[in-house]
């Protein structure tokens, strides 16, 4: 067998798990080019046109950031200055998410463990991230060539911004396969994947903003910053502008190294593991764990503290520039009027639309802490550690509750730090620090009801769709944060704008806040997450299978039901979870362990692979590795369904007592091998010869003692039925 055995099977596997996800990111992702390609016809229909605009955008170093250096005034050089960018950084979040969650997600759910005891090599796991995460990212290359050629765009320039964003794409992925080796936790590998987007755009940005404007005043040659970010290789192909093809080498050698060396890491590490180990926590837990609000807290404060460091700091600068924001503006239109839109195209002075278009920002930054926050429910429940949360006495909602509550509570913490910050700085620098702390932390918080919608959003899709949650949240932040922030600067249409919360929020200081905006975004934010509760009259994230779409309820035989009708099935579900744990605790299989105890409280103690899964709240493929387990060991029986060609599952009469006599046996086969040992050493009466004559003598007691007490067992157990 070679280290890539299985791939192909795996490879359909994820195919089949991404069936949904992974069109959605690449058509969301595609449609951009019809979008800006109308958009740029409409308002820069003209070569004059785009070389006055571009003039204006080369003035503007803030700009440059947001989207890219220009290379020309063609229309499909205006095409790439309006989108390039952006479609890159949703081509490599995509391509981080696909591989984290093929990969180090697998591992952290068990996946990895139950198709590693089948016939597959030790990178055929990876090897099926990075084909499958290859083969979407072409596909996304390819429609959006095809797009652009379709709107009469130049073949070269279009197949080249279609090869850059793939490339670009398959270059995080690589990423992402290193992080997922690195980390224990999907999601310390999906955020370490993220952040090397974020500082790739952040890099890319500064080199086009430090650029050398050209004689021609609408071009600029980009500083070598951009030459250190995958990003900024994609830009610099310059597509419809000379077409530099040899610059797509960067991205895909680099995409061979990082593979490289993902697959070295993989061998050097234990499956589960990540190449840093986990900190251990204190022997004793505290007090406000024993809460599940108390809990939350404890499991997203570290998350919360990195992003109020970096909105406090970031609010710090914002206010440091209030002094010197005006002058700037004022003398440079082309950035005046890029504030201006960046702040909702108010007509108001430049200073309240530049803290405006911050606090805008702001806005999508605790936007996507929501999201973050919310996200950590589905790894959870994924991974396993909510079943220990849900055998106790804390029920699903109020585990949820605990979860959304502490993710509001620290949006609104994150909008009060950075208004705080901005207007005390900006107090500080110029005058009245008091008035501009209220200002600046009013103006910050009516950011949240946006914030709020994501999170009613990101609610909904784990009630209802927990296994697509991840992605259709961040696609749903992405496509928000791309039509309502930055909607009025490439030019979209206002219907499509408004699809964005935040295009509805008041774009204060620079307008006056109204109570209705705000009160009808909130409104949509319960509206959003009150379904996943209590539709259908009891609740779709209730009624749900734990890890499962919302569905039919369970089938189970008539005689189960009404046996089971009287017994507490809430707390059946706590037992065998319990049971799981206090098994794996021992060192028994987890997954086994909870298919044995979903097995031992049915009445008639046999179940179908459906019914198992149901009760446990996972597929019948995911349980298929656990019965091929105790179907070994003899805890499990299997016999066919009379009238179908499916299998159900049945506990033989005195398991543990059969299971124990193959244990039995193990004894003497041990021993045996052990006196091999014995002679290889030649002289018994050396340590190791000792030691292992020991070792001998243990095990055949136990051999005899085992016989023993299953005698007994039989006898006791013969006078307790006959009783």
Known sequence: ?????????????????DRIQLPLWILGTAIFVPIVVASVRDRYPTEADRVEILRSAVESPALLVLRTAPTGASEGAM????????VAVLAGLMSTLAVVRHTRQNEETGRSEMVGATVVGRHAGLTAALIVVAGANVVLGALIALALIGYDQPAAGSIGAGAGIAAVGLVFAGVAAIAAQITQTSRAANGIAAAVVGVAYVVRGLGDALGDKQPDGYTVVSAWPTWLSPIGWVTEMRQFEGDRWWVLALPLVTFVLSVGVAFALTVRRDVGMGMIPARRGPAKAAAALLSPIGLAWRLQRGTLLGWGVAMAAYGAAVGSLSQTVEDALGENQGTADTITKLAGGSSADLIDAFFAAMMAIYGAMAAAYVVQALMRPRAEEAGGPAEAVLATGTGRVTWLASHLAVAVAGAAALLLVAGVSTGLVAGLTGSDAGGKVVEMTGAALVQLPAALILAGFAVAAFGLLPRLAV???????????IVGQLGELLGLPQAVRDISPFTHVPAVPAVSATAGPLIALTAVALAFGVPAWHSSGGGTFRSRTRGGALGAPPRHDTKVVTMEQQRDEQSVSRFVEHFAMTMN??????????????LTVADDGALTAGQIGERLGVSPAAISGAVRYLVQIGMVVREPVPGSRSDRY??????????????????????????????????????????????????????????????????????????
């Open 471 to 481: 992605g259709l949240a961040w696609a749903a932040f992405a496509v928000s944060l």
């Open 585 to 598: 605790d021992l060192g028994f299989p987890r997954m086994p362990a909870r298919v044995l105890g979903a």
């Open 1 to 17: 067998m070679s280290e890539f055995t299985g791939t192909a099977r795996l490879v359909r596997l994820a195919i089949r798990r």
């Open 650 to 723: 049945r506990l033989p009469n005195q398991a543990w007592y059969l299971a124990s006599q193959q244990r039995g046996g193990a004894y003497k086969r041990v021993a045996d091998v052990v006196q091999e040992g014995v002679d290889a050493v030649g002289d018994p009466t050396s340590p190791a010869g000792e030691r292992l004559a020991e070792m001998r003598d243990f095990f055949l007691f136990m051999q005899d003692a085992v016989g023993e007490l299953l005698g007994r067992w039989d006898q006791v157990r013969q006078e307790r039925r006959s009783a």
């Open 79 to 86: 095409i790439m200055f309006s989108f390039l960018t952006y």
